[in-house]
């Protein structure tokens, strides 16, 4: 009984394939490097430029990515391309930027939403009488659940 089960199991293993196909995605996701960060930025929306997108991308560190350093992605850059050598598909360029800025840039904006969340508190709770709370000063959920 046992033996005969083994072989059924056997033979599903065998008539299944191994690798299923999957649908590739529309942008391609380069091998990942050690301290590199990467990122698509876009070039144009409806079929006009965005300059000035672009501009301040690669002011923050951006740079693009050229499509000889990832012949793994196996893809044709767009036609009318201002890039001419790099990767960009369908109005958007892969770039790429080092990770140790890119984990300054987050914690800048870290910082910032911590500021932000911290001025909203102070003026809420400006008006707050001890007598009737308006916020509990911890932030906590908890999950109760009813009896009966």
């Known amino acids: 009984m046992a033996e005969e089960r083994k072989i059924r199991i056997d033979r599903a293993a065998e008539s299944r394939p ?3 196909w999957l649908p590739q995605s529309a942008l391609p996701v380069p ?3 050690d301290g590199w960060v990467f990122r698509w930025i ?3 929306s409806l079929g006009r430029s965005d300059n000035t997108n672009v501009s301040r991308q690669f002011r923050e560190g951006w740079e693009p990515v050229k499509s000889e350093d990832h012949p793994e992605l ?11 050598g790099n990767v960009e598909v369908g109005g958007l360029l892969l770039c790429k930027a080092p ?3 890119m984990k300054q840039r ?3 904006f870290q910082d910032l939403s911590d500021r932000q969340i911290d001025g909203v508190d102070r003026s809420y709770l400006r ?3 001890p007598r009737m709370p308006l916020l509990n000063s911890e932030r906590s959920t908890r999950t109760t659940f009813g009896r009966g």
Do not use: A, G, V
């Open 18 to 20: 191994s690798d299923s």
């Open 31 to 33: 091998e990942p490097k």
């Open 42 to 44: 876009r070039t144009s």
């Open 74 to 84: 196996r893809i044709l850059s767009d036609i009318n391309s201002q890039f001419k």
């Open 99 to 101: 990770l140790d800025k």
């Open 106 to 108: 987050q914690q800048y």
């Open 127 to 129: 008006e707050n009488d």
